[in-house]
């Protein structure tokens, strides 16, 4: 079905490069009215520049669609607001947020700044929650209306040098499905991507040993363009998704995945309190069998 979202009004946030400026770019294409917003910043979340902003909504409109831009600051809590209200403000209404916006500092652990975690959590989980509340507050009143965000296979499995982006992006995925259950019932649907495309964040993973061999830059081409996420993520927008609420969705090229919610996988019982020593003894020989030593346990994400 051509123009999926004619005549809906979505706000994507970090819609100037990669992933969400193909989403932006897509949902134009299908007839909805786009508030494309962008810092401006560097991968490392340094700097501002109208220029990327500028750029999606002018490829929106050179295709015929529909756009104006923001410049705002998604770490912000006002700048979150305010980004909503120039939607109500400029198109009357609000049905689509995505939200995408983020830097990367990585650092081993170790090596962390306290300035490279603050910086990290303010664009990605803050964010995210600054733009999600004003919307919520929308979408509750009318009764209607599709929120996307997107976490990480860092938050959801672990992958080193990533503390301050795995914490944000596993707290997007929590975020994600609390919101999802407080605003169910007012008809609005909050779904996740956890998405794996080529995009600038991917170059600026530091060189070194990566999983299974793979150095950054085999790593890099491995994966597919940003344009293939944006098709799930017009879906999900769409009022044909309306069945389909507090659910994260891994997508890689043409591999879509629904993945399962945390659940228990070994369990091990006995009537009255454990003993240190019943733990120590018990342990070891059933639900902790199978594990490796602590360093071989890199979690493993399961074979799909």
């Known amino acids: 079905m051509p123009n999926i979202l004619k005549d809906k009004v979505a706000v994507v946030t970090g819609a100037g490069n990669g992933i969400a400026k193909q989403i932006a770019l897509l949902m134009g294409k299908e007839g909805a009215k786009v508030v494309a917003n962008d810092l401006g910043c ?14 999606t909504v002018a490829e929106i409109k050179r295709a015929g669609g529909t756009a104006v831009a923001s410049y705002e600051d998604v770490s912000q809590f006002d700048a979150g607001e305010r980004i909503i209200k120039q939607a109500v403000d400029t198109y009357g209404k609000l049905d689509i947020l995505v939200a995408v916006a983020g830097i990367l500092r990585d650092r081993m652990v170790f090596n962390m700044s306290e300035e490279d975690w603050d910086a990290v959590i303010a664009t990605h989980l803050k964010g995210t929650f600054n733009v999600v509340r004003p919307t919520s507050i929308i979408m509750r009143q009318q009764r209607s209306g599709r929120i996307i965000t997107f976490t990480s296979g860092s938050g959801l499995n672990g992958n080193p040098g990533q503390a301050n982006y795995g914490a944000a992006k596993a707290g997007i995925a929590g975020l994600t499905r609390v919101v999802a259950r407080d605003l169910g019932k007012y008809g609005v649907t909050v779904n996740c991507i956890s998405p794996g495309a080529n995009t600038r964040m991917i170059a600026a993973i530091p060189q070194g040993p990566r999983p299974q061999g793979l150095q950054v830059t085999d790593a890099a081409a491995q994966f597919p363009g940003p344009e293939h996420i944006a098709p799930m993520v017009c879906f999900l927008a769409s009022d044909a998704a309306a069945n389909v609420n507090g659910q994260i969705f891994s997508v890689m090229g043409p591999r879509i995945s629904l993945l399962s919610h945390p659940r228990p996988i070994k369990t091990m019982f006995k009537p009255g309190r454990w ?3 019943e733990l ?3 342990v070891p020989k059933t639900i902790a069998a199978e594990l490796k030593k602590a360093a071989e346990t890199a979690p493993q994400v399961p074979a799909q």
């Open 42 to 55: 560097d991968v490392n979340g340094r700097g501002s520049s109208k220029d990327p902003a500028d750029a």
């Open 275 to 277: 003993t240190v020593e």
């Open 280 to 282: 120590r003894e018990f």
